[in-house]
Structures are given as structure tokens and as C-alpha cells.
Nanobody, 123 residues
């Protein structure tokens, strides 16, 4: 059973930075990638970024490219999301997820999810 625990969320002013972490346990060799999604109030959950666990190849949504960076520490089995130049529209609950199969951009491609961490950006 895969368990994902996010941390690092909080309240920050526009232009500030936060670093989210996602500690993973129970992942198998079949877990080839992980991703970050976010869900703002009254909006659908959307893709933020994904990383291929073995190669380190990364994929970012257009809305965060140049500001957010996904990374991983293989030894610690931990996923990160460095968020810089934060904007009020980045306010959301951020979720990490373990990829099962298919496109990295779709929620249905992930089979395990963390509980989420709140990020609030004030203007």
C-alpha cells in the first residue's frame, strides 16, 4: 500500500516562494513517475507537474513553467515542488500522486494520492 504525505504548504505573499514535499512509502518498482496536482475552490483538480522517477525528466503545466520546479530525492523517496514568484491564482490545495499508467497530465493515470496541503497566496 502506497502512502503519500505532503507538507510545506502555508500562507505567503504574492512574489514569495514555498517548497512542498511529498514523502512516499510502499512504492514498488512499477511506480515510474509521480506528479503534483492542485485544486482551487470550486474548480476542478488540475495538473501542475510530473517527473519520471528513474530518468528525472520533468513536465510542467504552462501556467507554472518558469516559476515551479518539480524534483525528487531517490534515496529519501521524496518528491518536491519548488514554487517561486507565487501569484494569488496559485492558491489551491496541492496534491502529490503516484503514477500508474498513461499520460502524466490526467488524474486517471494516478492511483494513489496524498491528503493535500493548502497553499494560500495573498495579494
Amino acid at each position: 500500500q502506497v502512502q503519500l504525505v505532503e507538507s510545506g504548504g502555508g500562507l505567503v505573499q504574492a512574489g514569495g516562494s514555498l517548497r512542498l514535499s511529498c514523502a512516499a512509502s510502499g512504492r514498488t518498482k512499477g511506480s515510474y513517475a509521480m506528479g503534483w496536482f492542485r485544486q482551487a475552490p470550486e474548480k476542478e483538480r488540475e495538473f501542475v507537474a510530473a517527473i519520471n522517477w528513474s530518468s528525472g525528466s520533468t513536465y510542467h503545466a504552462d501556467s507554472v513553467t518558469g516559476r515551479f520546479t518539480i524534483s525528487r530525492d531517490i534515496a529519501k523517496n521524496t518528491l518536491y515542488l519548488q514554487m517561486n514568484s507565487l501569484k494569488p491564482e496559485d492558491t489551491a490545495v496541492y496534491y502529490c500522486a503516484d503514477h500508474l499508467r498513461g499520460s502524466y497530465y490526467y488524474m486517471s493515470s494516478y492511483n494513489y494520492w496524498g491528503q493535500g496541503t493548502q497553499v494560500t497566496v495573498s495579494s
